[in-house]
């Protein structure tokens, strides 16, 4: 077991030139860069007042590592299908007429419940799980968390408004994750309705369907009239096919986190679809941060389930937190194992936020740009109470630096700091400074989730002081 420095520096939340320096107070001489013994890093954890985790992450890893599947374990598994598209071209309808369609059919007696998933039978016998948040921020963010939970795309395509800005988007988030998209031409009821001419605003953006000689599937489709609705679900289903899509049933599952939340009477209750395996009442495990033991499930009718498999989605109950969408479970064999490892887990997160939270201070970011370029360029956002103010920061900022540092204002504007402020700061690591201003409340909440550091002032002079401070700080205080 062996540590980078830095690594070690980042999970203490402490400045790698500290430790360095203690390092060498102990006769090592090591550079950031370079990896010590875990004796060593033990010894320097000490010296900073740390407390050691004992768990390691390759001990998580082993306990919770998938084992390859022989090639006969494998059974076919359904599709799992995310529905994008442009706002307004239908996605909450074909998933409305999809799932309704299936009541009608005569199953479950008209009760469906919303758990963020559903599974639908074809006309052919084929099974698909349809994933009921529509929006690519969803499929993005489990995306982000290392969840890739979707095998096939439906590209909604409003027929009478052809490929607007977030049909774009959605595109580009289906090819980023490899993922293969049908085409859904829907409206295709309305008077104004131009499929061909949807048909060759794709080309524009790569995708050829097969009415243009091209190998994407394409269905015109009305989800108000409930036209080409089979034929949808039957592409799907040939898409599945081809994908030969597998998984192993008998084996302890693994699932990731669909939707959570925290239930009044129930307590955290999170859906979860099957990617592996099959869960069952009663298994112990871990998810996220969190551990339990499912005390029960439910299916997306509502019905008391005993176990799940590859595929299927089910609401657990039996978490002792609630987890986050995109979290992958795993059932572990002992609740012991479970407790460690979501302990082991929430440490790391705690001391990589400390981290994140410290590199805002304007000190540490200035050194964090200056080691990163020749010349620093601490980036800020300003939000003023009067435009005189936010001009004469603007231009007070800009005085400050020289051929090393300087401050680069990202965007200034009047008014209380806003989620967009932190939204904007938190992509380029910049602080905001408010002048007479405060966040609302939303700002702050996401502010400090995502360690944006906000500053208020109200005297000029003072935030000139502070940064000039940090700038200087910076050039005296070589690393
Ligand atoms: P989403 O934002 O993509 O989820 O779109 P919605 O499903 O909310 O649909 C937006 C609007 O288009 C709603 O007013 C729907 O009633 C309407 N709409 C959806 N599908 C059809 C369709 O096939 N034909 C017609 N005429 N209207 C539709």
Redo the contacts with the bound molecule.
């Keep these: 077991e062996a540590i980078v420095v830095s690594e070690l520096a980042n999970r203490m939340a402490e400045r790698v030139a500290d430790v360095v320096k203690a390092l060498m107070q102990n006769g090592i001489m090591a550079t950031q860069t370079q990896t010590i013994d875990a004796d060593t890093a033990e010894l320097i954890i000490e010296e900073f007042g740390h407390r050691v985790v004992r768990v390691s992450a390759s001990d998580v890893e082993d306990v919770i590592q998938q084992t390859e599947d022989a090639p006969e374990d494998l059974k076919p598994r359904a599709p799992v299908i995310a529905i994008m598209?442009?706002?307004?071209?239908?996605?909450?309808?074909?998933?409305?007429a999809i799932r309704k369609a299936r009541v009608s059919h005569g199953e479950a007696g008209g009760i469906t419940q919303h758990i963020g998933a559903y599974q639908v039978e074809t006309e052919g016998g084929a099974t698909l799980t349809f994933l009921d948040t529509?929006g690519h921020a969803a499929f993005t963010s489990m995306r982000a968390r290392g969840a890739q939970v979707t095998d096939i795309v439906i590209l909604?395509v409003?027929a009478d408004d052809s490929v607007m800005p977030q049909t774009v988007e959605a595109i580009a988030h289906a090819k980023a994750a490899g993922v293969p998209m049908i085409v859904a031409i829907?409206?295709?009821?309305?008077h104004d309705a131009d499929p061909d001419k949807t048909r060759t605003s794709l080309l524009q953006h790569e995708v050829i369907v097969e009415k243009m000689s091209g190998d994407v599937q394409d269905v015109e489709?009305?989800?108000?009239?409930g036209q080409g609705l089979p034929e949808l679900l039957e592409a799907i289903a040939l898409q599945s096919e081809i994908l030969e899509l597998r998984a192993n049933p008998d084996r302890q599952a693994q699932a990731a986190v669909i939707e959570a939340k925290l239930d009044v009477g129930r307590g955290p209750v999170a859906t979860v679809l099957i990617q592996n395996g099959t869960l069952r009442q009663g298994d112990i495990f871990v998810v996220g941060e969190q551990w339990g033991k499912v005390r029960a499930m439910e299916n997306d009718r509502g019905e008391r389930v005993k176990e799940a498999g590859p595929s299927v989605p089910v609401e657990v109950l039996g978490l002792n937190g609630t987890p986050e969408a995109g979290d992958v479970l795993n059932v572990v064999s002992t609740e012991a194992q479970a407790r460690e490892i979501a302990e082991y887990r929430q440490n790391a997160a705690r001391d990589k936020r400390a981290a994140a939270g410290a590199a805002t201070t304007l000190e540490q970011m200035m050194a964090k740009a200056k080691a990163d370029q020749s010349v620093a360029e601490l980036p800020i956002v300003v939000k003023a109470d009067v435009q005189g103010s936010a001009e004469a920061i603007v231009q007070a900022m800009e005085k400050i630096g020289n051929d090393e540092v300087r401050v680069r204002v990202l965007h200034s504007g009047v008014g209380a700091i806003t989620e967009t402020d932190v939204g904007l700061a938190e992509a380029s690591n910049a602080p905001i400074i408010g002048f007479n201003v405060r966040a609302n409340a939303s700002a702050r909440a996401t502010a400090n989730q995502k360690s944006v550091e906000i500053r208020y002032y109200s005297i000029i002079y003072d935030l000139v002081d502070d940064v000039k401070a940090a700038a200087s700080g910076l050039l005296s205080n070589e690393v």
């Design positions: 598209g442009h706002v307004d071209h239908g996605k909450t309808s074909i998933l409305d529509p909604v409003a829907n409206k295709i009821d309305k489709v009305s989800a108000l009239t």
